[in-house]
């Protein structure tokens, strides 16, 4: 029988019976956060069950405070991107330190936030159906701090229906255009759609997104800031024109880890939208910084995920149990912890291969070691939760509650 008949079969049972009592002899279950704490906290990391995904919270706080002391007195604030961690305990923790607000890229991962104690979203990434701008209008009527981000004069008038029959005023900034992924164009588009949104009565135009995804990797301190200061000129234009014309200016967010201390140099902007600055991943650590050409250094790596391994049956190779499920398959590949001959590959779905000609130590099956993920938004998404650590003990379990949250 074909795969397609073997499916057929399935959606007419399905459509027969109702799929909830397909599923209902079932009884879904999964271990509390209660039961996992209960049992995981005061281990060290390297007894954990793997691939667990490990943060280092003395690092991670330390990094928070970094972000905020590096910016004072520039002008620039700081509203973390929540994509990162996903996780409203962390979102709490950056809110505490200082920033003036969040961002998250999805109405979803807004809704994690707002549900969840956090006052002040701005969600970055775009609505562009009815039902979703409705719902993006019912969320910014239960949260005052919900702002919304728009890069389209097409659904101006929807979300301006939707915040009218949700009996709100809501609050809008637009998307300007720099890495040819979203935003209106720069100039004379960005300035009409501004005003537009600020002649309807149930819009406020709060200011300006735009965000330089394609300076943030660059190599060389030097190479990236001459970049994005190039990128944002046609933005710093758009700026220009927006508050010639009178509308509020009270937002000009942007920039990333790999910005953040370039931005100030930018006329008019207000907050950087740093995200992976928390934990650091492969990614960013080879970029350089101002005082490091070779490793960017501002920002400590304490975003590691545990593995075992798992087989040893050929020599210079070593399998564990991490693979693009732990890791994601970006690149470029995971560190191994103090094994800087050790090549990781994540090509397979459940296992990591490590090819070697030297290493510092003999290892057997069972052992840990320890990886730096190649990049840290997608590979968070991965997981359940987080283990905070502190000296390498489990201290507490940072459930990632919007894990999977990309509607
Ligand atoms: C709109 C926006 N702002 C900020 C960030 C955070 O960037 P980073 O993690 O490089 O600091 C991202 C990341 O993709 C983003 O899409």
């Given at each position: 029988m074909s795969n397609s008949l073997n499916r057929r079969n399935f959606l007419q049972a399905g459509a027969i019976a109702g799929v909830a009592s397909l599923l209902s002899p079932l009884t879904l279950k999964a271990k509390s956060i209660e039961e996992i704490t209960d049992s995981e906290i005061g281990k060290s990391k390297w007894d954990l069950d793997s691939p667990a995904l490990c943060v280092d919270l003395d690092k991670m706080e330390q990094n928070i405070k970094t972000v905020h002391t590096r910016l004072k007195g520039?002008?620039?604030?700081?509203?973390?991107?929540?994509?990162?961690?996903?996780?409203?305990?962390?979102?709490?923790?950056?809110?505490d330190a200082g920033a003036v607000g969040v961002c998250a890229a999805k109405l979803s991962e807004s809704e994690i936030m707002l549900d969840n104690g956090i006052k002040n979203v701005l969600m970055t990434g775009v609505n562009v159906t009815v039902p979703k701008i409705k719902r993006a209008m019912a969320l910014r009527k239960k949260y005052p701090g919900f702002i919304q981000a728009i890069d389209n004069p097409q659904y101006v008038q929807d979300m301006q229906d939707a915040a009218k029959a949700a009996g709100i005023v809501a609050d809008v900034v637009v998307d300007v255009d720099v890495i040819q992924r979203s935003g209106v164009m720069p100039g004379a588009p960005a300035l009409a759609l501004a005003q537009l949104i600020s002649k309807m009565p149930n819009l406020k135009?709060?200011?300006?997104?735009?965000?330089?995804?394609?300076?943030?990797?660059?190599?060389?301190?030097?190479?990236?800031?001459?970049?994005?200061?190039?990128?944002?000129?046609?933005?710093?234009?758009?700026?220009?024109?927006?508050?010639?014309?009178?509308?509020?200016?009270?937002?000009?967010?942007?920039?990333?880890?790999?910005?953040?201390?370039?931005?100030?140099?930018?006329?008019?902007?207000?907050?950087?939208?740093?995200?992976?600055?928390?934990f650091m991943d492969r990614q960013y650590i080879e970029i350089g910084g101002a005082k490091n050409e070779k490793v960017f250094d501002d920002f400590a790596p304490s975003l590691t995920v545990m593995t075992t391994i798992i087989n040893m049956n050929y020599p210079k190779k070593i399998i564990t149990d991490s693979g693009s499920k732990a890791l994601t398959l970006n690149q470029p590949p995971a560190i191994v912890i103090g094994e800087p001959d050790f090549v990781y590959s994540a090509g397979s779905d459940e296992y990591g291969t490590i090819t070697f000609d030297n290493a510092n130590k003999s290892y057997k099956i069972g052992d840990k070691l320890e990886l730096i993920i190649p990049h840290c938004d997608p590979a968070v998404n991965e997981y359940d939760f987080m283990y905070g650590t502190r000296k390498d003990k489990v201290v507490s379990i940072l459930p990632i509650l919007g894990r999977g949250k990309s509607q």
């Open positions: 520039t002008g620039v604030g700081v509203r973390p991107h929540v994509k990162t961690h996903k996780c409203p305990a962390i979102a709490k923790m950056q809110v135009f709060r200011g300006i997104l735009a965000y330089d995804g394609a300076a943030n990797h660059i190599h060389g301190f030097q190479k990236r800031k001459v970049e994005v200061l190039k990128n944002m000129e046609p933005i710093v234009k758009t700026y220009d024109m927006m508050k010639a014309a009178g509308l509020n200016m009270e937002i000009f967010s942007g920039g990333s880890t790999g910005t953040y201390d370039m931005m100030q140099e930018v006329s008019g902007f207000t907050d950087v939208q740093v995200g992976s600055y928390l």
